[in-house]
């Protein structure tokens, strides 16, 4: 297997996760939108055309005959995103990213940054390569590994946010606990 081919399979995974999970927990993503001083009015709209943006662009990426455009909206969803976390890093705010809905805990920062960053370059790299993957092509065995390591990533990146998010709270427990004069 190519690295183009692992690539388009993990996009296609972590866009069709992402999307179906935004959709699950709609009232989630509409919170972020709406700390981000997103109009109202766009708000409902954008809550529902992001995810389906996300998913469609997913599946035009398994057809080769279709992926020029998948790639072309993934960079530009990913712009999105990138002016997104910039918002709220320049207005110093503290907003929850909902990227995968519920599951993970992340506020918008430095680290979205970088997982964003990384989602672009991969994008670019399927763009300028411009290799033919043809993925129906590739073997069960390249299918099934591709699909189980591109969902261990994102299972483990979820397991990271949530110790993280753990380790946030017990700190300021044990903050509080301490401005309290309590010991342990």
Do not use: H
Request: with cysteine.
């Amino acid at each position: 297997m190519v690295v183009a081919s692992f690539f388009q399979i993990f996009l296609f995974i972590m866009f069709l996760l992402s999307g179906f999970l935004k959709l699950l927990d709609i009232k989630s993503f509409q919170s972020t939108l709406n700390q981000l001083n997103i109009i109202p009015k766009l708000v409902k709209l954008l809550s529902y055309m992001v995810p389906l943006l996300e998913i469609l662009s997913a599946v035009l990426l398994l057809f080769e005959t279709t992926r020029w455009i998948a790639e072309c909206s993934l960079f530009c969803l990913c712009g999105a995103f990138v002016w997104t976390v910039y918002q709220s890093i320049s207005k110093s705010k503290k907003i929850e990213c909902n990227c995968f809905g519920n599951l993970g805990s992340e506020t918008l920062g430095s680290i979205t940054i970088v997982r964003i960053m990384l989602v672009v370059a991969m994008t670019l790299f399927l763009m300028v390569s411009g290799q033919n993957t043809d993925l129906y092509a590739l073997s069960k065995t390249d299918w099934i590994g591709s699909i189980s390591i591109s969902i261990g990533i994102i299972v483990l990146f979820s397991l990271l946010q949530t110790f993280n998010s753990y380790k946030k709270i017990l700190k300021s427990f044990d903050q509080k606990r301490d401005a309290k004069g309590v010991k342990p």
